[in-house]
Nanobody, 122 residues
Framework: QVRLVESGGDSVKAGGSLTLSCVVS????????MGWFRQPPGKQRERVAV???????DYIDSVKGRFTISQDSAKNTVYLQMNSLKPEDTAIYYC????????????????WGQGTQVTVSS
C-alpha cells in the first residue's frame, strides 16, 4: 500500500533550477529514510541524495553545493532543490524510501516512485 509519487520534472536550460517533490502515502512504520536516485539515458541508476527524519544525510560529489534535499513533515513530502543545472544532470529522477538508512546508501531500496524526467539543454 506504500506509494511514492514524484513531480516537478521539466526541460530547462543549463544554469537553471528545478524543485522535485515526492509525496509518500500508506507508510505505517515509525522509521523512514528517504532519498533521490537518477538514471541518465543508457546508464546505470545512481544515488543522488539521501535524508532521514533523524538527520542523516549524504550527497554524491557531483551535486554537492548545487542540490539540497529537504522535507515537509506536515505534507508528508520530500523535496530535491536543484540549482545550477548541467546537461549531465539530465535523467529520470526517482524517489526512494526504506525503513533502513543503510539501504538508501547501497541502493537496495524497498520502495520506488515512478520517476520524473529532468532534461537540461546546453
Amino acid at each position: 500500500q506504500v506509494r511514492l509519487v514524484e513531480s516537478g520534472g521539466d526541460s530547462v536550460k543549463a544554469g537553471g533550477s528545478l524543485t522535485l517533490s515526492c509525496v509518500v502515502s500508506g507508510w505505517t512504520a515509525r522509521e523512514r529514510s528517504m532519498g533521490w536516485f537518477r538514471q541518465p539515458p543508457g546508464k546505470q541508476r545512481e544515488r543522488v541524495a539521501v535524508y532521514t527524519q533523524y538527520g542523516n544525510a549524504d550527497y554524491i560529489d557531483s551535486v554537492k553545493g548545487r542540490f539540497t534535499i529537504s522535507q515537509d513533515s506536515a505534507k508528508n513530502t520530500v523535496y530535491l532543490q536543484m540549482n545550477s543545472l548541467k546537461p549531465e544532470d539530465t535523467a529520470i529522477y526517482y524517489c526512494a524510501a526504506d525503513r533502513l538508512f543503510s539501504r538508501l546508501m547501497t541502493g537496495k531500496v524497498t520502495y520506488w516512485g515512478q520517476g520524473t524526467q529532468v532534461t537540461v539543454s546546453s
